[in-house]
């Protein structure tokens, strides 16, 4: 790895998370009175939210090592099987809609395990 690249990695872990982003995402997508998204436009948030779980699961487990909170490690197991699930018998809208449901329960974790994100 060069230098830049080391530095460039090093910067990136120590930025916080962009939570309000997260859950303005999640929010508009569970907010009843919102249109909902064409296909396209449904496969990019879903894209979206999948990577904002993956980023919010990351650093919800690094806290993890400091605390044994049962909530915040039974909500980062359900995050896990419905980030690696895809759409299947739900279908692609339902599938979307679980993935920002646990956007908002994750991003309530760190409060309680004292996470700055």
Do not use: F, Y
Not at 8 to 37: F, N, Q
Not at 51 to 75: F, K, T, W, Y
Not at 91 to 113: D, E, K, N, T, Y
Request: charged share 20%; glycine share 10%.
């Amino acid at each position: 790895m060069s230098d830049t690249t080391a530095r460039s990695a090093a910067c990136i872990e120590k930025l916080p998370l962009d939570t309000e982003t997260m859950l303005g995402a999640a929010r508009g997508l569970l907010d009843g009175s919102a249109v909902p998204p064409d296909v396209g436009g449904l496969d990019s948030l879903t894209l979206q939210l999948r990577g904002h779980v993956n980023l919010l699961i990351a650093e919800l487990e690094q806290a993890m090592q400091q605390s044994d909170d049962l909530r915040a490690a039974a909500g980062i197991g359900e995050a896990r099987r419905r980030v690696s699930g895809g759409p299947s018998a739900l279908g692609p809208m339902r599938h979307a809609q679980c993935l920002a449901r646990s956007i908002v329960a994750l991003c309530a974790h760190p409060a309680r395990l004292a996470v700055s994100v």
